[in-house]
């Protein structure tokens, strides 16, 4: 089986890299298609937050780059409810278009 070198280091979306085989790959490519069309709440600015998300302004944006800037990287989707005006309804509207 074939082996490709598709990162020098892991990737920082799915942590491969490095020696992978071609149905590593395909997976891989599968991943960054499907993350291409999500949202990132850890590298988004808060106009893009405030276009992207459902039921947000940019205030509320705003405070997800602020919590961001202060706490460090979301490390779960959920995470979003230590937000300032940000709930459970808003997190579960807004889950399947947004990653971390």
């Not at 085989?21 to 991943?31: E, G, I, K, P, R």
């Not at 302004?57 to 940000?86: H, M, P, T, W």
């Amino acid at each position: 089986m074939p082996v490709f070198v598709l990162h020098s280091d892991q990737c920082p979306c799915c942590g491969r890299g490095g020696n992978i085989t071609a149905n590593d790959l395909q997976a891989v490519f599968a991943s960054h298609s499907e993350l291409a069309d999500k949202l990132n709440i850890n590298t988004a600015d808060a106009v893009t937050i405030a276009a992207e998300m459902n039921g947000l302004g940019e205030c509320r944006a705003k405070e997800i780059v602020r919590y961001r800037e202060q706490v460090g990287k979301f490390k779960s989707i959920d995470e979003l409810e230590n937000v300032s005006g940000i709930g459970y309804k808003t997190v579960e509207k807004n889950r399947d278009s947004i990653h971390l």
